[in-house]
């Protein structure tokens, strides 16, 4: 008799679940691991929201605020790592939080991840996007910077990876491999550069004591809420690491495979970012510049290093980031198949289709369109040059999708005993992680709907409608049209995942699992 393949189990488990095996399984469980590190992106977030710590709280806000976060961080993942390794469904945290709770959280669920892997879409190709327009402007010089070119370069940046998702299905596994590596090595690459490239370097006292407070808030509000402010660096850098449960169905040995790929892309991507970010501080000698650049990362590496080294590091930096946005369209395009397989999303025939190679082709789409839509408030330039559009996408990223993880992580809580782990568990220590994650996120989310400068304060003598932080209003708009939606129609007819597959096989019929909620 003919021993079962990884993939046949696999396969078998996902029939459990109540989905036939649609998706193509063909990733390694490195390519898993791969993905969410590629999303993470130490060469993206790193450089992208650097200057909103350095503004709220300066060195301390990273050399100590980073790995701080990233133990909170990190404990999120591995309560997600348990459910994961339960349920490895391309729907992921929506399906927990159906599977655990009723249809009312995975639909809650649902809608908070997918408008966060959206705006984690858009804010990584946008960043990406001026980036490239800074890095073409070093070589070459004619080409003009601004605003309106970022925004063109940010619509290619989509389309190029609605493109590459669509028409390179293993093409997409093998680049994530090779981002891994790009951004292990490139992160290499620029630290040495920013060790042995600059003549001087600043003093452990100013990198791990010195605060700086460029928020224009007053400095009595330093600490408990400027401050914090500054974290947002961190908490939006270490997050999409969900993706390891969205590619679950197209991962070989997704139980354990995704499980590991999504803890240890935390754990690999905080050390590696301190490291990182350590660098930046002890090259950042000329404070006053990096002052003048609204705390632009890009400082330090024009007033530290001849102009060729600078350039390589955007040159870096840049590609890194171009896989980093090509890893999110591909976690954001299999959340929306799976969220519009179980009939979620208007339309949802139609995202919920894949082609011939197996790809979900007007998922992908969906989602690149919308990314572009939410960041059309970025052609407007924001007092002092601050790029707060930029942040505010960050700021409804970083809610969205920890809202989203919050939830299952609180039915998990619920559940306790009743929970059936999967070969990867958490046991007994879950009860204390699970309510540390939710104490973070909780507070976390408060802190990033607020505003991010004075003029952003409603009613002050200041306010500046170019100033706010659109994220509360994004958000807001969301929770109460969703909400809406749920009580005035979706309520009568949504009903949590929809099973695609009547029976395992032949020896028998399917668990009932995910027929009947908990609870």
């Known amino acids: ?220 509000s330093y600490w408990f809420y400027v401050l914090p402010l500054g974290f947002l660096l961190t908490q939006y850098t270490i997050t999409g690491f969900d993706a390891c449960a969205h590619v679950s169905e197209e991962t070989q040995g997704a139980s354990t495979a995704a499980a590991k790929g999504l803890w240890q892309s935390i754990f690999y991507s905080a050390i590696g970012g301190w490291i990182l970010l350590l660098a930046f501080l002890f090259a950042a000698t000329d404070v006053n510049a990096v002052n003048e650049a609204g705390g632009f990362v890009g400082a330090i590496f024009d007033s530290a290093l001849p102009g060729n080294l600078a350039t390589a590091i955007f040159t870096i930096s840049t590609i890194g980031q171009f896989f980093c946005g090509m890893s999110c369209v591909t976690s954001m395009s299999r959340m929306t198949y799976a969220f519009s397989r179980d009939g979620a999303v208007p339309g949802w025939r139609l995202w919920s289709k894949v082609d011939g190679n197996r790809t979900p082709v007007n998922a992908i789409i969906f989602g690149c369109a919308a990314a572009l839509v939410l960041t059309l408030p970025a052609l407007y330039e924001a007092p002092g040059g601050l790029p707060l559009a930029f942040y505010a996408v960050v700021s409804v990223a970083v809610i969205g999708l920890y809202i989203a993880f919050a939830i299952p992580i609180w039915l998990r809580l619920r559940m306790g005993d009743r929970f059936e782990p999967g070969p990867w568990t958490l046991g007994s220590k879950y009860r204390v992680m699970c309510w540390i994650a939710i104490v973070e996120i909780v507070i976390v989310s408060i802190y990033f709907v607020m505003p991010l400068v004075p003029a952003a304060v409603p009613f002050s003598d200041d306010f500046t409608p170019a100033a706010v932080n659109y994220a509360p209003i994004v958000v807001g708009v969301m929770v109460l049209g969703v909400g809406l939606w749920w009580v005035l129609s979706a309520r009568h007819w949504f009903t949590g995942p929809r099973r695609t597959i009547d029976e395992l096989d032949p020896a028998g019929p399917a668990d009932p699992v995910g027929k009947e909620p908990i609870g």
Not at 64 to 79: K, M, R, T, V, Y
Not at 135 to 142: I, V
Not at 148 to 168: E, K, Q, R, Y
Request: glycine fraction near 8%; charge should be neutral; include cysteine.
């Open 1 to 220: 008799m003919t021993k079962p393949t990884s993939v046949d189990e696999d396969a078998r488990r996902l029939a459990e679940l109540g989905y036939k095996q649609e998706l193509s399984r063909t990733w390694s469980g490195f390519s898993n691991f791969a993905i969410s590190f590629s999303i993470i992106s130490i060469l993206a977030g790193c450089f992208t929201t650097f200057g909103q710590a350095w503004n709220n709280g300066g060195p301390i806000a990273i050399s100590w605020g980073w790995p701080l976060i990233s133990i909170f961080i990190l404990i999120i993942g591995l309560c997600m790592s348990e459910l994961v390794s339960a349920y490895p469904t391309a729907g992921g945290i929506y399906w927990w939080a159906a599977k655990m709770g009723k249809p009312i959280h995975g639909w809650f669920t649902g809608w908070f991840n997918l408008i966060g892997l959206i705006a984690v879409t858009a804010s990584v190709d946008y960043g990406c996007a001026t980036f490239l327009n800074i890095t073409l402007n070093r070589f070459l010089p004619g080409w003009n910077p601004t605003l309106t070119n970022a925004f063109i370069l940010f619509a290619i940046v989509l389309v190029l990876h609605a493109l590459i998702n669509i028409f390179s299905h293993r093409l997409i596994s093998l680049l994530q491999n090779v981002s891994v590596w790009w951004h292990v090595f490139g992160a290499a690459v620029v630290v040495l550069i920013l060790i042995f490239g600059p003549d001087s370097h600043q003093s452990m006292s100013f990198v791990f004591t010195e605060t700086i407070n460029n928020s224009g808030f007053s400095d009595s």
